[in-house]
C-alpha cells in the first residue's frame, strides 16, 4: 500500500525497526487499558515479533503512525476485520505514548484512514468499539462523524467495576457529508 500523508502525519509501513515502539505501549497499563482484552496479560517479545510479522504481510490493510517528517513511530492504525462481500471493516487505532495524546494524531490518523477505507477500499461501512470509560476516543468518534449504534453493558471489568463496550459506525453517505475541516 502507498503511504498517506496528513498535515503532521503519515501513515506508512510497518517496519522491522518499529518493534521496540511496539514493545513500549504493549505492556504499558495506561494504553493498553483502553484496548481489548488481548492486552490483559504481558505480551512477550516473540509475541510482538510474530504480529509485526503478520502487519508486514502483503495482505495486511494497516499502517504506523508516524512523523511526516521524521517517519518516527507514534502509533498504528489498523483494519482488523474487513468483509469485502458487505463493505464493511473493523478499525483499530493506538497512540503509542500518552505524552502524544490530545495532540490530533489520532483525529488525523481516523480521517486518513476513513478516506483510504471509503477512497481505496470501496467500503461502505467502517466500524470500531471502545470502552466507556475511553472518553477522549468517544469524543474523537463523535467529533468525526460516527454514531453510536448500541452498547454491550457491563461487558468489561477493569478497576474494579464493570463497564460497558460502545460500538460505532459511520457509513460512506454520511462521510462524505461532512465538512473536510472536522
Known sequence: MARKYGKKIMLREYQENDLGHMMDWINDPNIVKFL???FLYPQSRSQVENFLNKTMDENWAGFV???RETGDYLGQIDFVEIDEKNGC?????VI????DASKGIGTEAMQLMMDFGFNNLRLNRIELSCWDYNERAIN????LGFTEEGRKRKNRFFDGEYHDEVFFGILREEW???DDTV
Do not use: C, F, H, M
Not at 471493516?89 to 487505532?93: H, P, Q
Open 176 to 178: 462524505q457529508e461532512l
Open 96 to 99: 503509542g505514548d500518552t505524552n
Open 89 to 93: 471493516a473493523e478499525v483499530a487505532l
Open 36 to 38: 481489548s482484552d488481548r
Open 65 to 67: 503512525i508516524s512523523d
Open 140 to 143: 474523537l468518534y463523535k467529533k
